[in-house]
């Protein structure tokens, strides 16, 4: 195969003007971008004294939450079944309490961990959200498989990112409709909670 050439006198064909040709004013346009931008005010931070201020849409590493004492999660295996690199793995026990079911054990392996999030979307309990935490470091293979006792995190610390999810999962809410949470009971937590 040749050259693939435009012919002359069609649409593509561009034609440079002497300004063109010289490339100064494109040169000028570069550098005035480039010290417009000095004098902008600096946004480098001293990390890892100074840490990011972090939105709660940001997506660390999954925690449990952590309601009255208790986990929320009633061990139904979809956060396990969702991931995709097989990073969570629990065992469902029986409680007496309402909820019926729980995990007497679960763990994250972090080393697998991608931070996807898929976790948080299949769970109908919310009970496994992303939390803000990203610096994590460990120094053997065992340290950072995470079990109930290092991702249970209160409620009241992810509230932040609670709130961005229901918000992002019902972003018409108030607006286009406005229904009660009762019409949407979706798990044995929000049927006990609405039977009162």
């Not at 999810?165 to 019902?170: H, P, T, W």
Request: hydrophobic content about 35%.
């Amino acid at each position: 195969m040749g050259n693939i050439r435009i012919k002359e006198g069609t649409p593509d064909e561009r034609h440079l003007n002497f300004w063109h040709k010289l490339y100064f004013p494109e040169i000028i346009k570069g550098m005035m971008f480039s010290i417009k931008h000095v004098f902008r005010k600096q946004v480098t931070l001293e990390y890892p004294e100074v840490k990011p201020e972090l939105g709660p849409e940001f997506r660390g590493r999954p925690v449990l939450v952590e309601e009255a004492g208790q986990e929320r999660c009633v061990a139904c295996g979809l956060c396990a079944r969702a991931c995709p690199p097989l990073a969570i793995s629990m065992q469902a026990a029986e409680t007496p309490d309402q909820k019926e079911r729980y995990p007497a054990r679960f763990e994250i392996d972090m080393l697998r961990c991608i931070y996807c999030g898929l976790c948080e979307e299949v769970c109908p309990e919310e009970a496994i959200v992303m939390s803000e935490e990203y610096d994590l470091t460990f120094h053997t293979r065992e340290n950072a498989i995470m079990g109930k006792d290092r991702l249970l995190v209160p409620k009241e610390k992810l509230k932040p990112r609670l709130d961005w999810l229901q918000k992002f999962r019902n972003p018409d809410f108030g607006t286009v409709w406005n229904h009660q949470p009762a019409n949407n009971t979706h798990s044995v937590r929000d049927r006990t909670r609405h039977q009162h």
